[in-house]
């Protein structure tokens, strides 16, 4: 019987660095007997929905564009070394990079992944238009005059675990929760039941501290002479140690940067949880109310303590729409008197919209006398220094292409007929994408899930 369970985590979102793996791969290199399985999170909610659009240019791509940066290096010490990758790098199209990892595998002249798909996650396969619209708890997002364009439900761990019984070396899937990417192969590998709540919720609680990479290695944690992290620029990426009665040990690469302590553990604990006595996932509802956390050695932390309860009635979705263009566009003011020209470019901004009557979100700030919280008044940057460094944003959404052009080609006019010296112009009008939460009955969503093995 299976007794201890190694996982690592090599990104923790799209475009996290591609050489976080392999000092975890060298790290398990070290653990002949045992299983090890590394995994890839890479899928936020606007990642899928731009992969999405990709796929609807060509149905041969919508999934990661760091797939071939993530696996290429790994693939063949993974297979030598008997390291199982699971992974939502599959995005809107899990079957596609299946294909692609086969071929990434053919070109190197290693051996072939048996690779393990998991189908289900895209309810537009399967749901019309109504019934998705339909669904409850829609939320901020009218969709009367914009057009669907994706909608994804969060799928669970067993078909990962049912894809690892048939034998795969890969599991790819699309839109799963990221906490089932750990769960999985727990599911898997200690043969926990469908009762066993406390279990489940603890392999929750798991993935969940993995799921955003060196987040919880402290990486995003670290903020100096109040919480200093060792060697950042080296960060080791989290590998947990996972026992069959659900406890757990979060560690790091040895002669990696970073920090794994109670509080970068705890940190990520709370991160995106809202109410941490129910956690809703798919497989179960965790609660983290009862955790413990121990030091157990430089670096290590072991996790106890983990509940779970009865798992949702229903499945949240995800939706996305086409949602008009943005412009966005910048310049800059510097030297004596820069804040006082960097507000007045920005109220010749403000009124130029309004004179040429373009009606959209219009938000203008600057970056340098507070950017997040700025607002144009003159309260809020009375204590900054007048003669600094300062860069005018303004963006704007609207529905049309060329009126969110109009927006960016206004900025630069300031160029001339702004105040003096302005510089470093940039503009870009980029389509936008809205998304909306909704929750469907699992008995729709079930029967549409498929495992292919290829």
């Not at 990709?54 to 564009?65: A, C, Q, T, V």
């Amino acid at each position: 019987m299976t007794e201890k369970v190694f996982i690592g985590c090599g990104a923790g979102f799209s475009g996290d660095r591609f050489d976080a793996s392999i000092p975890i791969i060298n790290e398990f290199k070290k653990k002949i007997n045992a299983p090890k399985y590394l995994m890839f999170e890479v899928l936020a909610e606007r990642t899928l929905a731009i992969a999405q659009q990709f796929r609807l240019k060509n149905p041969e791509e919508g999934y990661s564009p760091f797939l071939d940066s993530y696996i290429s290096p790994i693939l063949d010490d993974c297979l030598e070394n008997n390291i199982k990758i699971i992974s939502n790098i599959g995005a809107a199209n899990p079957m596609g990079a299946a294909k692609r990892i086969l071929k990434i595998a053919k070109k190197q002249n290693t051996k072939k992944p048996k690779i393990g798909v998991v189908l289900g996650d895209d309810l537009l396969e399967y749901m019309s238009n109504d019934e998705i619209l339909n669904s409850p708890t829609m939320e901020g997002l009218d969709f009367s005059n914009n057009k669907i364009t994706a909608a994804n439900v969060y799928l669970g761990a067993q078909p990962i675990a049912e894809a690892l019984e048939m034998g795969a070396d890969i599991v790819i899937v699309g839109r799963t929760v990221d906490s089932a990417l750990a769960l999985g192969p727990l599911l898997y590998e200690f043969k926990w039941k469908e009762n066993e709540l406390n279990l489940i919720g603890s392999g929750t609680i798991c993935g969940h501290l993995l799921e955003c990479g060196a987040q919880v290695t402290g990486a995003y944690f670290a903020d100096p002479g109040f919480k200093d992290v060792p060697n950042l620029a080296n960060v080791g990426f989290p590998i947990a140690e996972v026992n069959q009665d659900g406890s757990f040990i979060i560690t790091k690469p040895d002669g990696t940067g970073g920090l794994v302590s109670q509080a970068t553990v705890t940190e990520q604990l709370l991160y995106e949880t809202h109410d941490p006595s129910n956690y809703l996932v798919p497989d179960v509802t965790a609660d983290m109310t009862s955790l413990t956390l121990e030091n157990n050695g430089e670096n290590r932390i072991l996790v106890k303590g983990g509940r779970g309860k009865k798992s949702p009635e229903k499945l949240k979705a995800t939706i996305c729409c086409d949602n008009g263009f943005m412009g966005e566009a910048e310049i800059s003011y510097a030297g004596p008197n820069a804040l006082a020209r960097a507000k007045l470019a920005g109220e010749v901004i403000s009124e130029r919209i309004q004179i040429l009557g373009l009606q959209g979100q219009l938000r203008v700030e600057i970056i340098g006398a507070g950017s997040v919280h700025y607002s144009m008044d003159e309260t809020s940057s009375y204590h900054l220094p007048e003669n600094g460094d300062y860069r005018v944003r303004t963006s704007a959404i609207y529905p049309k292409k060329d009126q969110a052009q109009q927006m960016v080609d206004e900025v630069m006019s300031l160029y001339c007929c702004g105040p003096a010296a302005g510089g470093g112009g940039r503009g870009y009008v980029t389509p936008q994408s809205s998304t909306a939460s909704i929750l469907v009955n699992r008995d729709i969503v079930d029967p549409n899930i498929q495992i292919k093995i290829i």
